[in-house]
């Protein structure tokens, strides 16, 4: 499976991006993915995954109420939609994919990554 993530960017403190991951040569459908980030000078942490079918989802608690992830199994995409963005969220986003079957929160239970994408909260 090959990971494509994309949206990142530069946006002010209190503002919006909307993160994609496209995934192609798998079936989608089988796989829970996941959202992680990594800033500068500490370890990759995980943010948010969803399960296979969208129906369960689970966050970091620093996000909760703030960002949002969903797919698109016919669109073989996850997405990451993060409001009120803070500085503190600064960092690296990589999308991943597991074929664990229960919203698996630690990088070694994802089977394949995305290439990262930036994100930059400006205060």
């Known amino acids: 499976v090959q990971l494509q993530a994309s949206g990142g960017g530069l946006v002010e403190a209190g503002g919006s991006l909307r993160l994609s991951c496209a995934a192609s040569?798998?079936?989608?459908?089988?796989?829970?993915m996941g959202w992680f980030r990594q800033a500068p000078g500490k370890g990759r942490e995980f943010v948010a995954a969803?399960?296979?079918?969208?129906?369960?989802?689970y966050f970091l608690d620093s996000v909760k109420g703030r960002f949002t992830i969903s797919r698109d199994n016919a669109k073989n995409t996850v997405y990451l939609q993060m409001n009120s963005l803070k500085t503190v969220d600064t960092a690296v986003y990589y999308c991943?994919?597991?074929?664990?079957?229960?919203?698996?929160?630690?990088?070694?239970?994802?089977?394949?990554w995305g290439q990262g994408t930036q994100v930059t909260v400006s205060s």
């Open positions: 969803i399960n296979r079918n969208g129906g369960s989802t």
């Open positions: 991943a994919a597991s074929r664990l079957g229960y919203l698996p929160t630690f990088d070694y239970e994802y089977d394949y």
């Open positions: 040569g798998g079936t989608f459908r089988s796989y829970d």
